[in-house]
């Protein structure tokens, strides 16, 4: 075995990669022995046992890598989906203790923020923060594919289909808005004389573009670029995007401005009956309420042409039903 961090640290990094969780955190232990400070692995090992759903110590690993280095964005990142994964195992008490604690020792940093909020319910963004979706999809835009392969995910498809029902030509202007790495790109792209994405994540746009579908790739944030878009587009489409709003008026406002009239917005949601507009859930994902949703569409003059509620995709194996959406400029 070799003797330095350094060499050491590559040789765990390559079991791990191989997928010999066990050997590499033997190895990066062994690298804890020499230098008990090096962060690298001790946020190494917090994401084996992440990755082995053991989230207890993931998460002390990863409150140990941030007194280490408390600027590493990925380790607040992936403090956040341990904690998640910590009251998914039914541990909410002590997941709400220690994300109370990274929200007050962290109170600028974005990550903690939205992931705090979700894990805690204490102060309830009303969207996603740019800086915590951008890191997110950033980090998951290399496995994103296949991960949404595994989960059934049907939102691209479903919409698809939903707007075929709906549009009259094949020469439309879209825009997929919040377009990730391209899934909905070769089902919009027959209908499409032009078609453009918007997403706020460099590493899902960089995917996005080798599909060579988008005449125009833009990293924005939805709501401040569709201000300058008036009149636009014959079609919007956001799959599987709005769960990364709470509340829906600005977002249905520059949808509709950017749309021309009679122009058509699809969108996918997770819904349900609540006693509020929104939650926040666990997953940092936002849930709305079903007849918010319809208001809040008719308050941004916006009138629903056809709803139906399917099964999106999965999570931790169970079936995630939504909304599949379509509404005209109305
Ligand atoms: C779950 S992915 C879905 C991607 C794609 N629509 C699909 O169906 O595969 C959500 C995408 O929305 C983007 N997103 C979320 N909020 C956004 C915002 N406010 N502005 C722009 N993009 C946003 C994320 O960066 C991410 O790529």
Known sequence: MPDTVEALYEEADRLYYDGDLDRAAEVYKRILEIDPDYQPAVHSLGIIHYDQDDYGPAVDYMQRALVLDPDDVYVHSNLGKSLYGMVHMGDREQAETIARDWMRRFPKNRIARHMGAAVTGDSLPDRANDAYV???????????????????????????????????????????????TGLCAPLLAPMARRLEGIDLSEEMLALARKRKLYKRLDKAELTDALASRAGRYDVVVAADVLCYFGALEAIFAAMRKSL???????????????????????????????????????????????????????????????????????
């Open 260 to 330: 021309k009239k009679g122009g058509l917005l699809a969108l996918t949601l997770e819904t349900d009956t609540l006693p509020a507009p929104f939650h926040l859930n666990i997953s940092g994902r936002y849930v709305h309420d079903g007849g918010y949703v319809e208001s809040a569409l008719a308050e941004a003059g916006l009138e629903i042409v056809e709803q139906t509620v399917e099964t999106l995709r999965t999570e931790y194996a169970e079936p995630v039903t939504g909304l599949v959406l379509v509404a005209v400029r109305s």
């Open 134 to 180: 951008a890191q997110t999809f950033d980090e998951f835009a290399d496995t994103f594919e296949e991960k949404l392969e595994e989960l059934e995910y049907k939102a691209p498809a479903l919409l698809a289909e939903a707007l075929k029902r709906h549009v009259t030509d094949d020469g439309l202007r879209i825009l997929d808005a919040g377009c990730g």
